[in-house]
C-alpha cells in the first residue's frame, strides 16, 4: 500500500478578513492566511508530525477577503487517531473534519480573523483546487457619501465620484464568455490566461451600495479587480460600456484603467460537481486551457 492510499483527506470551508494579511499564500516574513493555519496544524499535530500543509481553491492577494474559501489537506492514522475523542459541543464524538475545525478554532482564537466555519471528510476523488468548477467574488463601491458605512469600511471602496451602474453593467456583460483575459490580468510566467466568465452583473444593494457579482471557472491574477476597475473607468464616462470588450483584443495588460484595490473584494463561495464527477473534474482543470 504506497502512502498516498494511507492518507484520509479532510475538507475545511474557512473566512477571513484579509485586512491584516499579506494575502493566501505562506511567505517567509509575512503575516499569511495559510502560514497562519498551517501554524495551528503545527501545534494541534506537534506529537504526530509532520503537520499537514493545505492545498487552496484559489489564492486570494493581499487585503482580500473571503467568506468560504475551500481548503484540503489529507491526515495520516495516527493524526486521525488524535482526533477520535475530541467531542463538540453537545457532547458528541464528531468525525475527523468537525473536530479539526473544532480544535483549530480554538487555538485560533475567540478574536481572530480567521475562522473553520465547517469541516468534514472529503468524498473520493476531491481536490479543493483542481476539482472546483467555479469561484465568486463579490466586489463593493460606496460611491454616495450618505452610503459610506464605517463599519463596513474594511470591505468597501469608498468612490469620490457617482457611477453610473447601468453603463458598468451593460460593460460587465459583455465580457461574458469564454476569453483571453491577458488585458486583465497580471502576468505570470507560464500561466495561462484564459478563463470562461459565467457571470458578471452590477446592481445597487438595499444600502445604495454598488455590488459586482463575479464567477468564472477561474481567475487569474488580479483579473476581478482589473476587471471591475474597467468598469469603474466605464461608469464616470472616462470609457464607453463597448470598450471594455475592445481591450480584450489587446492580448497584453492595459493602462486603460486602474487596477481597484483589493479591499473592497470578497471571495464568497467556490462550486464544486457531484461526488462521482470530482475525479474528472480534477484531471481535466489541470490539462492546459485552449481557446
Known sequence: MSAAENLTRVRLDVAYDGTDFSGWARQPGLRTVQGVLEDALAKLFRRTPPAPTLVVAGR???????ADQVVHLDLDHEQLNALRHVRVPGGEAADAGTALAYRLNGILGSSTDVVVKRGGLAPAGFD????AVWRRYEYRVADRQETRDPSQRHRTVWWPAALDVDAMDRAAQSLIGLHDFAA??????????????????WRRDEAGVLVAALQADAFCHSMVRALVGG?????EGRLAASDLALILDVGERTSAF??????GLTLTEVGYPADDQLAARAEATRARREL
Not at 128 to 131: E, G, L, M, N, Q
Not at 185 to 196: D, F, H, L, S, V
Not at 258 to 263: I, L, N, R, T
Open 128 to 131: 479543493a483546487r483542481f476539482s
Open 258 to 263: 486602474k487596477v481597484m484595490p483589493a479591499k
Open 184 to 201: 486583465y490580468c497580471k502576468p505570470r510566467e507560464g500561466a495561462t490566461t484564459i478563463r470562461t466568465l459565467q457571470r458578471f452583473d
Open 60 to 66: 486570494t492577494d493581499a487585503g482580500v477577503h473571503a
Open 231 to 235: 468598469c469603474v473607468a466605464v461608469g
